[in-house]
């Protein structure tokens, strides 16, 4: 059974930091990519970071500069460690993992739909 546990979420105000933690089980944790989302009711889902199979990483140009995406491989575990957090960061947070998707060929900020595991969701406040 794969799972997705997301953890780390909470209220902050802005300028502070938070990470968030995704341990994956239940699948081959290397071989697939590992994303992270976030989504405010009302808008589409859209990436924040990811880390490919190889391990490459990206993150979105919304965060860059304050978000990095990092993993444990001992722990089957991916981090999102989010720095100088803003009020428009405040949303609900999703781990997604897929074996076949690559960063390298996709527009991965959109591409929320073509994941096939998920996580529950963390929820992110930022007060300003």
């Known amino acids: 059974q794969v799972q997705l546990v997301e953890s780390g979420g909470g209220t902050v105000q802005a300028g502070g930091s938070l990470r968030l933690s995704c341990v994956v089980s239940?699948?081959?944790?290397?071989?697939?990519?590992v994303a992270w989302f976030r989504q405010v009711p009302g808008k589409k889902r859209e990436g924040v970071a990811i880390?490919?199979?190889?391990?490459?990483?990206n993150t979105a140009e919304s965060v860059k500069g304050r978000f990095t995406v990092s993993e444990d491989k001992a722990k089957n575990t991916v981090y999102l460690q989010m720095s100088s957090l803003k009020p428009e960061d405040t949303a609900m947070y999703y781990c997604?993992?897929?074996?076949?998707?690559?960063?390298?060929?996709?527009?991965?900020?959109?591409?929320?739909?073509?994941?096939?595991?998920w996580g529950q969701g963390t929820q992110v406040t930022v007060s300003s």
């Open positions: 239940g699948l081959t944790y290397r071989s697939h990519c």
């Open positions: 997604a993992a897929d074996l076949y998707y690559s960063s390298k060929e996709n527009d991965w900020v959109a591409d929320s739909w073509k994941f096939g595991y």
């Open positions: 880390i490919d199979s190889d391990a490459t990483t």
